[in-house]
């Protein structure tokens, strides 16, 4: 079986500065990794994800995240945050060859100015 | 422009009714996944979809039922068998549940028994 933990379910940070939202998985089998984002009353967005290659993974909008297999992390960061980015952001593994999308429970990030 | 639709963005629902919720794609996709979203507890598969005619059951299906019957097109049915409903519906699809790509969302149904 699978799971995810999201160690903070809130984040409060301040705009322009740095930001890190923890996620740790368990699996017996090797999996993906993604990060979503869900604005207020939407649905959920790839931010970015691991499937192979380079544990260094980067958005378009300036998250990245790194895939450490010893630690079984995947922790998401941006070196200067801005108060668009205010939305809930969850971690998710897939088991490889499955399709099913396991998720954590979510981490708020709130940018304030 | 391609995506997934789903209707409608609010529902009441009276205790003891059944209700439909709608989920269409025209991203040619052929796996399609409904979850439940509560606050502080991230998304619950309920059911999945891997080609048409043919689904299974995710880890919170009782008190639901689904049915593929085309393609593009992946209703959710929430029974009065269902003792909490209210929630945050989203459905998904991805091109091919054995594929390594990522699933795409609707916007999402918020259903609240009145």
């Known amino acids: 079986a699978q799971s995810v933990t999201q160690l903070d379910s809130q984040v409060p940070v301040f705009e322009e500065a740095p930001v890190e939202l923890r996620c740790n998985y368990s699996s017996s089998v090797s999996v993906y990794l993604f990060w979503y984002v869900q604005y207020p009353n939407q649905g959920l967005q790839l931010l970015l994800k691991y499937l192979s290659g380079s544990t260094l993974v980067e958005s378009i909008n300036g998250f990245e995240a790194e895939f450490n297999k010893s630690q079984t992390s995947f922790h998401l960061r941006k070196p200067s945050v801005h108060i668009s980015d205010t939305a809930e952001y969850f971690c998710?593994?897939?088991?490889?060859?499955?399709?099913?999308?396991?998720f954590g429970q979510g981490t708020t990030l709130q940018v304030k100015p | 422009d391609g995506g997934i639709t789903q209707s409608p963005k609010y529902l009441f629902r009276k205790e003891g009714q059944n209700v439909t919720l709608s989920c269409e794609q025209n991203l040619n996709h052929d796996a399609m996944y409904w979850y439940r979203q509560d606050p502080g507890q991230g998304l619950r598969l309920i059911y999945y979809?891997?080609?048409?005619?043919?689904?299974q059951k995710g880890d919170i299906a009782e008190g639901y039922s689904v049915s593929r019957e085309k393609k593009e097109s992946f209703p959710l049915t929430v029974t009065s068998a269902q003792k909490n409903p209210t929630a945050f519906y989203l459905c998904?699809?991805?091109?091919?549940?054995?594929?390594?790509?990522?699933?795409?969302f609707g916007q999402g149904t918020r259903l609240t028994v009145v």
């Open positions: 998904a699809s991805s091109i091919g549940s054995y594929s390594n790509t990522e699933a795409f």
């Open positions: 998710a593994v897939s088991p490889r060859n499955t399709g099913k999308l396991i």
């Open positions: 979809s891997q080609i048409v005619n043919d689904f």
